[in-house]
């Protein structure tokens, strides 16, 4: 049995005073849930919202992290750091991190064998453009990542790792996958995880679907056999859209 993981990907939104007394509000509002529920507040935010969630049922995460332990490298935020205030998973090689950053699979690989030396939980992106999906490239393009992305992760270790497909072309877009298409995609991924490790290690693996998950389709995504949980942009943003999503069973 997979226990549903729902986690808010708050990107750059939110001061830090204002990302406390959404905490406050959400660690309330979430009491009592049975999915996994997990916020990501920017680096800046992370001190006071980790405050906030410390005790409750709400699970930190990072939006990124250095490749490396420490040094020169003006600008980055290191695995030790993050440990430091109660940060417990991190989202490594987000479609906006891989686009806009031009982070590469080799590099994210070093990243979620980083984290996982270090202690911290990855959440893996993986997802396909729309060029790339009407290209008839979507299973080449997720092999990729996902077999570079894990390169070197033993399975023992590949228990500690979360898989978030989300297609590039419905974030923040409003367009979600259907049901089946995600479903589909995230069986795949598990053929992939069987093939590379075992069939027991792709049976347990959570698989979170990304993209324009809203509270009127989390119940229909969820409903999907190999869907088992979400990886949620704009609709976490909110106490209500996004207890609704946690709450996607009540
Ligand atoms: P949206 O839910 O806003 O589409 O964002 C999805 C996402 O990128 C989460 O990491």
Redesign the pocket.
């Known amino acids: 049995m997979r226990t549903a993981f729902m986690a808010g ?1 708050w990107k750059m939104n939110k001061t830090p005073s204002e990302a406390v007394a959404f905490a406050k509000e959400l660690v309330e509002a979430l009491k009592g849930a049975n999915a996994k529920a997990l916020v990501a507040p920017t680096f800046v935010a992370l001190p006071g919202v980790a405050e906030v969630v410390k005790g409750s049922n709400v699970l930190l995460g990072a939006q990124n992290m250095a490749s490396v332990e420490s040094g020169a490298h003006t600008g980055e935020v290191s695995a030790d750091m993050l440990l430091d205030i109660g940060v417990q998973y991190v989202i490594l090689g ?1 479609s906006e991190r891989r686009a806009i950053y031009g982070e590469t699979d080799s590099l994210i690989n070093t990243k979620v064998k980083f984290a996982i030396e270090k202690g911290l939980l990855p959440i893996l992106c993986v997802g396909e453009t729309l060029e790339e999906r009407e290209a008839g490239k979507l299973e080449e393009v997720i092999l990729t990542q996902v077999k570079e992305g894990l390169k070197g992760v033993s399975e023992a270790d590949l228990a500690k790792v979360t898989i978030a497909y ?1 297609p590039v072309w ?3 877009t409003g367009k979600t996958a259907t049901p089946d298409d995600a479903d589909a995609v995230h069986k795949y991924i598990r053929k992939v995880i069987a093939d590379l490790y075992s069939g027991s290690a792709a049976d347990a693996i959570i698989i979170q679907y ?4 809203k509270p009127d389709n989390v119940k229909e995504l969820m409903a999907m056999e190999n869907i088992d949980g979400a ?5 976490s943003l909110k106490t209500d859209s996004f207890k609704s999503i946690v709450f996607f069973d009540k």
């Open positions: 990907n987000h989300e419905a974030i923040g990304g993209g324009s998950v990886l949620v942009g704009g609709a």
